[in-house]
């Protein structure tokens, strides 16, 4: 009996031996899914499809403004596939709170889009504008439902028993906020070249190096997270100095004209 109630319970086995490897981390197989979550899974990633395929084609239709903006919501859409795919395949509730955070945000950015059209170009996107609604209000209700659910932890896929649970948190943390930042540099670069009114040679050089950097950085950390090797983890500490030091002096230019302001 004893040795019955020091195992630990079932839903906190580890399950290394029963998982996919994907570069992403392991998952589980499609056949451990119950129905209502593969219905889910699979009705959401058809729908944020036809958003995407909504917005592409508003996309070539749209003046300079509303193509900036389209695009930006372009990049939170395909997020949001990331997201739902991986909190839903690794029992990743934080990933499924990251998702619901990405669809509200979506669908407030899709709001304040719409309303501040004019009338001419209202019909244009209004096909666009009422399937994000219905979208996001069906992918939040049930994320959240999801997020609720006691079956719902991560720690066990990742192999970790109840004491790691803590430490493997912070990991998915980690892992969330990486492809956060990777989300947003992307829309910080489009934001930059769409308000450029002439792309010079240097600005493509910077805007170039600036995405690959933030894609090998956001590679580095995840290798550095996923295998845990220290040596990794000290380039990635290496490879967001540059960004400090950016943000240092932008504050520096900034806030050094107000010196010449008389008090």
Excluded at 35 to 52: A, H, M, R
Excluded at 53 to 78: A, D, R
Excluded at 178 to 189: G, H, K, M, R
Aim: aromatic share 10%; hydrophobic share 50%.
């Amino acid at each position: 009996p004893n040795e019955t109630t020091d195992l630990p319970l079932p839903n906190l086995t580890p399950r290394h031996q029963e998982l996919i490897p994907t570069p992403c981390g392991p998952i589980k197989p499609w056949s451990e899914l119950s129905s209502p979550v593969k219905i889910y899974f699979c009705v959401t990633i058809l729908s944020l499809l036809s958003v995407i395929g909504l917005t592409i084609e508003n996309l070539v239709q749209q003046t300079e403004e509303n193509f900036t903006v389209s695009l930006i919501q372009l990049i939170g859409i395909v997020f949001c596939v990331y997201y739902v795919t991986r909190g839903i395949l690794q029992e990743n509730r934080l990933e499924l709170i990251v998702f619901v955070l990405s669809i509200l945000l979506v669908m407030f950015r899709s709001i304040v889009n719409y309303t501040v059209l004019s009338a001419k170009q209202k019909p244009d996107l209004l096909a666009r504008f009422v399937l994000i609604l219905l979208v996001g209000s069906f992918d939040v209700i049930c994320a959240i439902i999801l997020i609720q659910s006691q079956s719902m932890m991560a720690f066990r896929v990742g192999g970790a028993l109840e004491s790691l649970q803590s430490q493997y948190f912070m990991l998915n943390l980690c892992f969330s906020m990486l492809t956060f930042d990777l989300q947003a540099q992307l829309c910080f670069c489009v934001l930059l070249l769409m308000s450029l009114r002439e792309i010079t040679l240097l600005h493509g050089i910077i805007l170039a190096t600036g995405i690959f950097w933030a894609c090998l950085k956001v590679t580095v950390g995840i290798i550095a997270i996923l295998k845990e090797l220290k040596p990794v983890v000290w380039i990635f500490l290496t490879q967001n100095i540059p960004e400090v030091a950016n943000l240092v002096y932008l504050l520096y230019m900034c806030f050094l004209p107000m010196e010449g302001i008389p008090e």
